[in-house]
């Protein structure tokens, strides 16, 4: 158990003003602070720390910077040779920013193996805030004109921060994922962080790293903090994402 303390901000706090990330807590893991707001300004200066925003409906804003951190570097993304196979035949296109409000309310909706929901409608207000501004972004997996699955988070200069995704079909998620890892294999990227580490996570490749090791990588990929415009120009066939 940490002997650190839980730090509680103010919505008058400067936006940038966070504890180091070695402050946070052990027991639960990773949690750093409490209260402040969702600004894009504290938001924006929380990412760039290696910090974001997870509470459920009732309870105060928690700010969390786990560790060990689990992320996507390039190469990690590991698809099996029965999916690769499937996408060689899917139909679906991937699409991006078009449909940014209808893939952060589908990653809210209620899911069989959950309770609840983290993605309040604070959250969502939050972060439409960002879509608008140019830093929160959706990756849409479409089929036949239908939504069927996708993910959300920021990017800030080259690190991608993802926040949550969906799936009404088999494996559409994964297809958006697909196409951000495509993005890591190209340079576009440096790092896709998935926050808290899961089996799911584990099995498609991710890593777990140290904190320290993160936030290093932040001062690199994020040293530029700019808002990233430069998707792909049309829609995407999920099959063109896989290697022959």
């Not at 804003?61 to 060689?88: A, I, Q, T, Y």
């Not at 890593?207 to 995407?236: H, N, T, Y």
């Amino acid at each position: 158990m940490s002997n650190n303390r839980l730090v509680w901000l103010t919505p008058d706090d400067p936006p940038q003003l966070f504890p180091p990330v070695g402050a946070a807590l052990r027991e639960p893991d990773g949690l750093l602070a409490a209260g402040g707001d969702l600004s894009p300004e504290r938001l924006l200066a929380a990412y760039q720390q290696g910090i974001f925003p997870w509470y459920d409906e009732g309870q105060p804003l928690l700010w969390w910077s786990p560790n060990p951190r689990c992320v996507f570097r390039k190469g990690d993304l590991h698809l099996s040779r029965r999916m690769r196979r499937e996408l060689r035949r899917s139909t679906a296109e991937v699409r991006f920013n078009t449909a940014f409000a209808d893939v952060i309310r589908a990653c809210a909706a209620p899911r069989r193996y959950e309770h609840g929901t983290w993605i309040t409608n604070d959250m969502i207000e939050a972060y439409e805030r960002l879509h608008r501004a140019g830093w929160a972004h959706s990756i849409e997996v479409w089929q036949d004109g239908a939504l069927i699955g996708g993910l959300y988070g920021l990017v800030i200069g080259r690190a991608v921060f993802g926040e949550s995704m969906f799936s009404l079909r088999s494996n559409a998620s994964k297809i958006a994922l697909l196409a951000l890892d495509g993005m890591l294999s190209d340079g576009t990227f440096g790092i896709i962080d998935c926050q808290v580490q899961s089996s799911h996570l584990l099995s498609l490749g991710a890593a777990a790293i140290s904190r320290s090791s993160f936030v290093e990588m932040l001062g690199r990929l994020c040293a530029i903090p700019s808002a990233f415009k430069d998707w792909p120009q049309g829609p995407i066939r999920a099959s063109e994402l896989v290697e022959d």
